[in-house]
């Protein structure tokens, strides 16, 4: 894939290289060692809390962020707007970011367009919205046949799309991560803004399901 | 029953150049003891033995430090900068150097 300029998942930042020698290395993992084993010395951390809070940081994040984006564009018009013109400034008024220079693109379902996500080359995801990508937004299958007959994957999710309805597919890469704003369910008049959060789950703003009242 | 724990948005959601180094938005550690050096400093901040906005001042300070030659190409990477940011907090606050609680 290195050939290919479509550039994927590349961190953009220089900090984040690790290209060390082995000396270098082993100096560093002795001053870690240091600091841990004083800590626990002390009784300041637990080598099982050390092993818990990575386990932590690197799976648990949900895509609870996307559904309150999704919920305050429902609620308030102002905020829609700013939303599809620039998706990464108007989620990072609700504080949620992170991402490292790529840019966020929301994109409307409507009752004429249903849009769904895809990152053909690899899973280029709008993580800190949606947490981790699903195992089969990462499959080969998924990848290719989305862009090649996406209303039969749509199917497959349970999602039957109109014949008059445009199915728009959007590949995500390293510099543009798409999130799907889908169209708020009739009967939700009434929820409040927390509510229809619930309602909205990660498969909903990848594209693949409509949002429905549970 | 099993206690419920999250991670912190302050410390997963860092932006700018503090940011976690991600790929598709797991984790990258090079090196094992970069995954250690990033729970020690997190652990300590969720027991509140600093403020974790104190941790991500001094890392600011660090990483901008290392750029100080060029931008582009700084003289050590993320997770040295984290672990220079981590030994110079623990100085500052005594923590290893005051008796056990």
Redesign the interface.
């Known amino acids: 894939m290195s050939d290919h300029r479509h550039q994927h998942?590349s961190?953009p930042?220089?900090?984040?290289?690790?290209?060390?020698t082995e000396a270098r290395?082993k100096e560093?993992?002795a001053?870690?060692?240091k600091?841990?084993s004083?800590?626990i010395?002390?009784?300041?951390?637990a080598k099982d809390?050390?092993?818990?809070?990575?386990d932590?940081?690197?799976h648990?994040?949900g895509p609870m962020n996307g559904a309150k984006v999704v919920a305050r564009a429902w609620v308030d018009p102002d905020f829609k707007g700013r939303l599809l013109e620039d998706a990464t400034a108007a989620i990072?008024e609700l504080?949620?970011?992170?991402?490292?220079g790529e840019h966020m693109v929301v994109v409307e379902n409507t009752p004429r367009v249903h849009n769904v996500v895809v990152c053909t080359l690899?899973?280029?995801?709008p993580?800190?919205v949606?947490?981790?990508?699903p195992a089969w937004y990462k499959d080969p299958a998924y990848r290719s046949r989305v862009v090649i007959d996406p209303r039969s994957v749509l199917a497959e999710f349970g999602t039957a799309v109109h014949d008059d309805v445009e199915v728009r597919v959007w590949d995500s890469s390293a510099e543009v991560r798409y999130l799907v704003l889908p169209e708020r369910p009739s009967g939700t008049e009434r929820l409040s803004e927390d509510e229809l959060a619930k309602l909205i789950d990660r498969d909903s703003m990848i594209g693949v399901t409509t949002v429905a009242v549970r | 029953m099993s206690e419920e724990r999250r991670a912190r948005p302050d410390i997963a959601e860092m932006s700018g150049r503090p940011s976690l180094p991600r790929k598709s938005g797991e984790l990258v550690f090079g090196n094992d003891w970069e995954r250690r050096a990033f729970a020690i400093a997190v652990c300590l901040a969720e027991q509140g033995m600093f403020d974790w906005s104190e941790f991500q001042q001094q890392l600011i300070e660090s990483v901008g430090e290392a750029e100080r030659g060029d931008p582009q190409n700084p003289e050590r990477g993320y997770y040295e900068s984290w672990l220079m940011s981590l030994e110079r907090l623990l100085a500052r606050k005594q923590l290893l150097a005051r008796p056990a609680p």
């Open positions: 998942d961190p930042s220089p900090y984040h290289r690790s290209d060390r290395n560093l993992a001053r870690v060692e600091i841990e004083l800590l010395e002390k009784g300041l951390v809390a050390l092993d818990r809070i990575v932590i940081y690197e648990d994040l990072a504080g949620f970011g992170g991402l490292q690899c899973s280029c995801y993580w800190p949606l947490g981790l990508p």
